[in-house]
């Protein structure tokens, strides 16, 4: 099983951006999925998560300004990023749990946001 994260980028304070993350390999079901952050001398936080049936779940810190959703046809989680701020600028990763071959979490490489003042 793969994840492959696309979608950041350079912006401006204001300004979006929108993630995806894409699920490949021998798959049977993808359970929850999330979206973490690392910013530079920081420990990896949660951002946000969504489960199966599109439960969602936000740090205070997004909530309001970022929108997670996920279409399970195509095996793609998103991460909608309005009103971003300078402090939003991190490497963010995807993380799925994935019953496959195995049953278990799975992490993309990472996408950075950087965003500007």
């Known amino acids: 099983v793969q994840l492959q994260a696309s979608g950041g980028g350079s912006v401006r304070a204001g300004g979006s951006l929108r993630l995806s993350c894409a699920a490949s390999g021998t798959i049977f079901s993808i359970n929850d999925m999330g979206w973490y952050r690392q910013a530079t001398g920081k420990q990896r936080e949660l951002v946000a998560t969504i489960s199966r049936t599109g439960s969602t779940n936000y740090a205070s810190s997004v909530k309001g300004r970022f929108t997670i959703s996920r279409d399970n046809a195509k095996k793609t989680m998103y991460l909608q990023m309005n009103s971003l701020k300078p402090e939003d600028t991190a490497v963010y990763y995807c993380?799925?749990?994935?019953?496959?071959?195995?049953?278990?979490?799975?992490w993309g490489q990472g996408t950075l946001v950087t965003v500007s003042s």
């Open positions: 993380s799925s749990r994935v019953s496959g071959i195995a049953y278990r979490d799975y």
